[in-house]
């Protein structure tokens, strides 16, 4: 994978995607150029038909583009046959939704063994693993139970453990906190936090500007394309009496 | 430090100043620490003054301030009173940002976009300071109530500076 001399873990080129014909034409991607570090947390931002949840799909082989190029781990996604391109979708990519798409009818702990049964793990190790993967997220004591008896956050969170089930290179969000209140955002925030301490790659897109805030690197996008980027750094609380009103 | 807040944290029960400071700590959390532990014993010195406290040397080593033990006086007390019942909010200052779009954009000094890109950035890194601290402040503590107030209006500053931008972008396309 490294014989392709990128250092990147995603990768898009003159990125397209477009829908509908003539004066239909919409251009929900329009020229993405984009590089994803390992480790890295990079947040799109944008106004909802921005485009930002069809690059998503896009970067996680959801979606085929309608031109450029979009490679994972040095290997062309816009190149691959269905069946290899479903097997990375499996292998590679963690996929969190803001509607956290969990199965109602399966426990908390069957929902993050599944993706690892699907690709093909035993019922022991995967069960093993998503046990290990519950305990991470704080919520050991909830794996017997149905999404229905948890709360917003914590279904964001099983959903995140779902993502993490086949230890994918990238970790794909779109829009995670959209359906939490404040305190849940923040449980799902300190989680976030915790994968980006631990070396896990993540491309979250959202117009919560508190997910935003605590990216590594931030892109605005306008009506399919990059329009500004922004490096955050820093990390003081010396200012924020200030903010609130208190003289220093 | 207001000599009102230190005169409301008095009505409790008597205490030292070190309790006063206690409290305001365990009030703010991250936001106090850049406190400074004198401002109190002056304030409180102002009050005495004032007559809206009185002190009283506790037992053990004189000439310490941290042996005194504060009171309030009637009129403190009608003072804490009115200042609970007084409805005020500090003037958010926008009126300053949006003019200064409106000179920059009509004399041309600089691209009204670019000064929003810019106040954003700012805006940005201030909600992640306020956002990280929040992270680590134990769920539903007072404190983690307070950043939670500094996160949402910084909030709503970039959802402003949002309509900024959609407004000045907007203006340039058309002229």
């Known amino acids: 994978m490294s014989d392709t001399g990128t250092t990147s873990v995603l990768r898009a ?12 034409l919409v ?17 799109v931002m944008g106004p909802s038909g921005c485009g930002k949840s069809t690059l998503l799909h896009l970067l996680g082989g959801l979606d085929r583009p309608s031109g450029g190029e979009v490679e994972l781990a040095g290997r062309r996604l816009d190149q691959m046959g269905e069946k290899a391109l479903a097997r990375m979708r499996r292998h590679a990519v963690g996929f969190v939704f803001q509607a956290f798409h969990l199965m109602d009818e399966l426990t908390a702990v069957e929902n993050v063994e599944l993706p690892a049964l699907l690709a093909g793990s035993s019922p022991r190790a995967a069960r093993r693993r998503a046990l290990s993967l519950l305990e991470q997220i ?21 959903a995140i453990a779902r993502a993490l089930a086949n230890e994918p290179l990238v970790v794909l969000a779109d829009e995670p906190t959209g359906n939490l209140d404040s305190e849940a955002t923040l449980e799902v925030l300190r989680l976030f936090e915790s994968l980006h301490e631990a070396g896990q790659t993540l491309v979250i897109v959202t ?3 508190r997910i935003a805030a605590t990216a590594d690197r931030l892109i605005s996008m306008r009506d399919g394309a990059f329009v500004d980027e922004t490096r955050l750094t820093g990390g003081t609380t010396g200012h924020l009496g200030a903010l609130a009103g208190l003289e220093s | 430090m207001q000599q009102e807040v230190v005169l409301a944290l008095l009505a409790k029960e008597p205490s030292h100043g070190y309790q006063l400071r206690a409290r305001l700590q365990q009030a703010l959390g991250p936001l106090g620490e850049a406190m400074n532990a004198g401002q109190i014993y002056v304030t409180l010195t102002r009050l005495e003054k004032a007559g809206l406290v009185v002190s009283e040397r506790s037992d053990g080593l004189a000439d310490r301030p941290d042996r005194k033990v504060y009171e309030l006086t009637a009129a403190g007390q009608q003072r804490v009173g009115d200042w609970v019942a007084e409805v005020s909010w500090p003037r958010p200052d926008l009126a300053e940002f949006h003019l200064k779009l409106v000179a920059a954009a009509a004399a041309r000094l600089a691209d009204p976009v670019a000064i929003v890109d810019a106040q954003r950035r700012e805006l940005l890194r201030r909600l992640r300071d306020a956002q990280r601290a929040a992270m680590t402040e134990p769920t539903r503590s007072d404190a983690a109530l307070l950043l939670e107030g500094i996160v949402l209006r910084l909030q709503a500053d970039l959802r ?12 340039k396309g058309g002229s």
């Open chain 1, 138 to 158: 704080g919520l050991a004591d909830r794996a017997k139970f149905l999404p229905s008896a948890l709360s917003g956050g914590q279904r964001q969170r099983v």
């Open chain 1, 27 to 43: 251009r929900a991607v329009d020229g993405v150029d984009l590089e994803v570090a390992p480790g890295e947390t990079l947040a």
């Open chain 2, 160 to 171: 402003w500076l949002e309509a900024c931008e959609r407004n000045w972008t907007g203006r």
């Open chain 1, 207 to 209: 117009h919560d500007t």
């Open chain 1, 13 to 24: 080129c003159g990125l397209r995607k477009e829908y509908g014909k003539g004066e239909g």
